[in-house]
């Protein structure tokens, strides 16, 4: 299994960023997938996660309305639209395979900074 997140980057406050995961390895269609971040002197903090086929999408409350979630199962990929950007929003972000309510794969994560 790799996951190898990309799109991360600079970006000053209110501005936007999309965020992919390419997956390998094993059927990414059949599984749920999650975006999860840690911000810098922080643990970790569930972002979103979405279904195998893209139906259902979940959010933290910190960034519901903001962040959308998507998966394009044909190209094996995972997306994070993160729209609005905030300062608090600066963190390295991961996307995970999950598997029966837990997370058994992590990709390395791509770092995301908001400041002006």
């Known amino acids: 299994v790799q996951l190898v997140e990309s799109g991360g980057g600079l970006v000053q406050p209110g501005g936007s960023l999309r965020l992919s995961c390419a997956a390998s390895g094993f059927t990414f269609s059949t599984y749920f997938m999650s975006w999860v971040r840690q911000a810098p002197g922080k643990g970790l903090e569930w972002v979103s996660n979405?279904?195998?086929?893209?139906?259902?999408?979940g959010y933290a409350n910190s960034v519901k309305g903001r962040f959308t979630i998507s998966r394009d199962n044909a190209k094996n990929t995972l997306y994070l639209q993160m729209n609005s950007l905030k300062p608090e929003d600066t963190a390295l972000y991961y996307c995970a395979k999950e598997y029966y309510y837990d997370m058994d794969y992590w990709g390395k994560g791509t770092l995301v900074t908001v400041s002006s």
């Open positions: 979405i279904d195998k086929g893209g139906g259902y999408t």
